[in-house]
RNA sequence: GCGAGAGUGGUGAAAUUGGUAUACACGCUAGAUUUAGGAUCUAGUGCCGCAAGGCGUGGGGGUUCAAGUCCCCCCUUUCGUACCA
């Protein structure tokens, strides 16, 4: 038999679609679910190798479980709002809409190619009303529960793309997606109040184990908890309160000015005079008119204007000056620090910068004091507080939960928690999203659309460019409606929705995607849920990965999911670069399409390839080398073991013993026991590197000449089959087929190590003198040492380094190693 | 700056988690076969050395009978983050 991939290839496709043997049942045993989910799509019409490689390394896992006996739900659909549809069909003149169902369908047909395990039959595309609808649904049940809501506010803004940008979406203070500067714009937006979960979003890090530990470390610090205090300082001659947050109040004894951000509200209150005033305002517009990328440079030139006020330290009573300075985030904490020289680095350039007083009130320990005069830079540790009043003398933490604990009682402050994570901005000025479902009305303030209403569907229109405000915002016959409360005159919110929050929920549409009168069904949703294995690439960390715990949790709140997070395991694998290291990209022109290295050599081939090349979490260096060896393999190796079959028809169920075998069979049987072991593992861990490489050993070893066991000859092939078919699926399952099975061989049950077969009886262990390799011998499995010293010592190259030396110490490690220390 | 990874032959990479470093491939070198081959097969392939032997997992220390693996200090590199008080 030939191997002509083409026809293999063609014809499984077929087959697998027509018998719907990816189709994931409605009833699954949620005791014996497995639902393998990658990252849905954004259908820009090609399939490039990133894809390639996400999916099939799904794939593969979807497979194998499939032979497991569970309920595999492997579902695909498309992440189809948003930016790049949009400039795309700017660009063509056409629609988004037109464009993006066209790329759709090019994309599936593409992907069906590629033979992936997807259940097509539930594929959903976030832009169509049957899915959005819902999104908008999730909008209200945020707005009902007082998680979205709307305020005015600086907000980052690209001038290129005109639209609003989540914090997340902005990178190295440039937009993500373009690479323009971004830039404050004072913008009326909504927000989902993700903030109000940031808690649980940390801690439940804690409880993925599976979870990269990179991602979480990436979470963890995105959302950035800090403990610390909240203390009144009080403006000199003046009711008013200026609260500041601390991490450090141990040191607020050393207080010796306070900084306030330009854009801070506080500072409106001041009622600044004279020259101050005039001052104070300069520096805004000129903070304001700096960029981000500016601002947020680490330097040690701080500058910022004094205001002529001066606020008291409720500790010690002293009077310092208050400063604005642009160092000092307005988003963060009250927008106001106190500042200590003595112990923070940034205090301390500016003090320098402006000759305003250090002050240290923390040493390194008892007996080693700071001096104020030789100082060249802040110290920032823990020590001993001192001058610092009744504190002086306690220690680090202890020092800084007093000193709280006294602001409590005195009333002026508190012990408080503050995250660097900020509400989630979602208001997007762009035509093609999810329209948010809130309708303006006079007399009634926001009010939601009614939820069967819903959906509010987004209108066909001609001009859909970008303008600086959403293009919806011209088509009056959208805009104008009637308040859903009172029924007077209103307008609809004209903005769209960031499309994060599209794909924040569509893994639980995937359970349930046809259902027209909720999301989803929950009882349905409790069979599949949560995600036993989520696939994709890193780039999500910070952004979608928490977005979804964030729905996740809110629906759990909700009673509409059961559990606290929404995936199990998540690995991200490597990226895809050219052989120079570079990724690739249409602009660079190094682009591999794995389309062309499938049509030119065979999807299983290209499968191979892409596996044997990298373990699946490292970066890949794509080269036309890494498809030779495996195809040989397969070709050559592999695929022709099916000439070697007997029809026997063997129970592949059965153990063999050991005296139904001649010794080399029973040698190829224990080869092939420790590779089901070994390919079983490295599925476990994603490694499909080295079960290719196990399986070439397998098949080495094979030699038909040498086997006369018929039964064992059947069966050996098929397991090597087996193991080979989540890797290779179209030309295993052609074996399968041609030795005459009627199912599919993703019908079948993995194979499943015989331990019997892999408890050696015999060892070859290394005999090492003073820690050097010097021999090897072969003892039994369960041989005492002095066995094995006998069996040692009978060495010639032992006896060499050993001759006339004095033996100090002989170690031992069963089935490891027998290692002699000898004198000189 | 801070945080988290990574560094093993000419190349992609293995290493049962402290126990024979370099499995499996690519490439290369010989040879065989072939009209030819981007084919196939056989042998070799970490470095130094004729050999015995020595040296070898970024560099330097350390723990241990034994270190790629654990500890300390550097160097290089990738990713994340960026004045978070």
């Excluded at 606020?311 to 160092?327: Q, S």
């Excluded at 920032?380 to 507080?385: C, E, L, N």
């Excluded at 022109?589 to 062309?596: D, E, K, Q, R, T």
């Excluded at 099975?741 to 070859?764: H, L, Q, R």
Aim: aromatic share 12%; hydrophobic share 35%.
């Amino acid at each position: 038999m030939k191997y002509d991939f083409k026809e293999i290839e063609t014809k499984w496709q077929k087959k697998w679609d027509e018998t719907s043997l990816y189709q994931a049942p409605d009833n699954a045993d949620p005791n014996n679910k497995f639902y393998m989910l990658v990252m849905f799509a954004y259908p820009s019409g090609d399939i490039h190798m990133g894809h390639f490689r996400n999916y099939i390394i799904g794939d593969a896992i979807a497979r194998q479980q499939m032979m497991l006996g569970k309920d595999v739900l492997h579902p695909f659909g498309w992440d189809a709002f948003g930016l790049p549809a949009e400039r795309a069909a700017i660009q063509r003149d056409i629609h988004p809409a037109d464009w993006t169902t066209k790329n759709i369908g090019i994309s599936r047909s593409t992907l069906q190619k590629v033979g992936i395990s997807f259940d097509w039959s539930r594929e959903i595309a976030s832009c169509f009303p049957d899915y959005y609808k819902w999104t908008q649904w999730m909008f209200i049940q945020l707005y009902k529960k007082g998680l979205a809501y709307r305020k005015r506010g600086f907000v980052n803004w690209c001038p290129e793309d005109k639209t609003v940008l989540a914090n997340e979406q902005v990178k190295d203070g440039k937009c993500e997606r373009c690479g323009t500067e971004v830039v404050k714009k004072d913008q009326n937006q909504w927000y989902f109040k993700i903030t109000d979960y940031a808690d649980r979003l940390v801690d439940d890090l804690d409880t993925l184990p599976d979870w990269p530990d990179n991602v979480k470390t990436m979470q963890r610090e995105w959302i950035g908890r800090s403990y610390g205090a909240e203390i009144n300082f009080s403006l000199e001659n003046s009711d008013l309160k200026i609260p500041i947050y601390t991490t450090r109040p141990d040191t607020i004894f050393g207080v010796t000015f306070m900084a306030i951000a330009p854009e801070a509200e506080i500072l409106d209150s001041l009622n600044l005079e004279g020259e101050y005033k005039a001052k104070v305002e300069d520096y805004k517009k000129k903070a304001m008119t700096r960029s981000d990328i500016e601002r947020s440079a680490v330097t040690d030139d701080k500058d910022g204007v004094f205001t002529g006020k001066y606020a008291i330290n409720p500790y010690n009573g002293e009077k310092v000056e208050l400063w604005v300075a642009d160092y000092v985030l307005a988003g963060y904490g009250t927008g106001v620090v106190m500042a200590v020289p003595a112990h923070d680095s940034r205090d301390f350039a500016f003090a320098k910068k402006y000759n305003i007083p250090i002050k240290v009130v923390i040493h390194p320990d008892k007996d080693t004091p700071l001096d104020v005069n030789k100082m060249t830079e802040a110290y920032t540790d823990y020590g001993v507080m001192v001058n610092s009043g009744q504190f002086d003398g306690l220690i680090g933490k202890i020092a800084i939960i007093q000193v709280t604990d006294f602001a409590e009682q005195e009333e002026f402050g508190c012990h408080k928690v503050n995250f660097k994570l900020k509400d989630w901005s979602i208001s997007r000025q762009r035509y093609w999203g999810c329209p948010i479902p809130i309708v303006h009305c006079k007399k009634c303030g926001t009010v939601p659309v009614a939820e069967e209403n819903l959906p509010v569907e987004l209108p066909k229109v001609k001009d859909f460019k970008p303008k600086g405000r959403s293009p919806l915002a011209d088509v009056p016959e959208y805009m104008n409606v009637k308040c859903p409360n009172c029924g007077g005159e209103a307008v609809r919110d004209s903005d769209t929705m960031d499309t994060f929050v599209c794909s924040s929920w569509y893994f639980l549409r995937y359970i349930d995607p046809k259902n027209d009168s909720v999301p989803f069904d929950k009882e349905k949703v409790a069979q599949y849920m949560p995600i036993d294995l989520y696939v994709g690439g890193i780039t999500h960390a910070t952004g979608h990965l928490i977005y979804f715990r964030f729905f996740q949790k809110f629906l759990k709140d909700l009673g509409w999911v059961k559990d606290d997070e929404p995936a199990k395991r998540l690995f991200n694998h490597g990226m895809v670069c050219d052989s120079n290291g570079e990724v690739m990209s249409k602009s660079k022109g190094n682009v591999v399409s794995p389309i062309g290295l499938m049509e030119e050599r065979g999807v299983d081939v290209s499968r191979l390839a892409m596996f044997f090349t990298a373990p699946s979490d490292k970066e890949v260096l794509w080269s036309s080398d890494s498809v030779t060896g495996v195809e040989k393999f397969a070709i050559n190796k592999l695929f022709p073991l099916n000439e070697k079959l007997r029809n026997s028809n063997p129970d592949l169920k059965y153990y063999f013993k050991r005296e139904e075998l001649s010794e080399f069979e029973y040698s190829l049987y224990i080869k092939l026991n420790q590779v089901i072991k070994q390919v079983s593992d490295s599925f476990d861990k994603l490694q499909f590197n080295t079960a290719i490489s196990a399986l070439m050993e397998l098949v080495r070893d094979y030699d038909s000449d040498k086997i006369k066991n018929d039964s064992f000859n059947d069966y050996l092939i098929l397991k090597t089959f087996q193991l080979s078919a989540p890797l290779v699926p179209h030309l295993a399952e052609e074996i399968w087929a041609f030795a005459g099975f009627e199912g599919s061989i993703f019908k079948s049950n993995w194979p499943i190590c015989d331990e019997s077969a892999i408890i050696k009886d015999s060892i070859v262990i290394g005999v090492q003198i003073n820690g050097k390799l010097r021999d090897e011998i072969e003892i039994p499995i369960d041989c005492d040492q002095k066995r094995a010293e006998e069996v040692a010592f009978m060495s010639d190259k032992v006896k060499k380094y050993t001759d006339g030396k004095e033996i100090l110490k002989i170690i031992f490690v069963k089935g490891r190693i027998f290692n002699i220390v000898v004198k000189g």
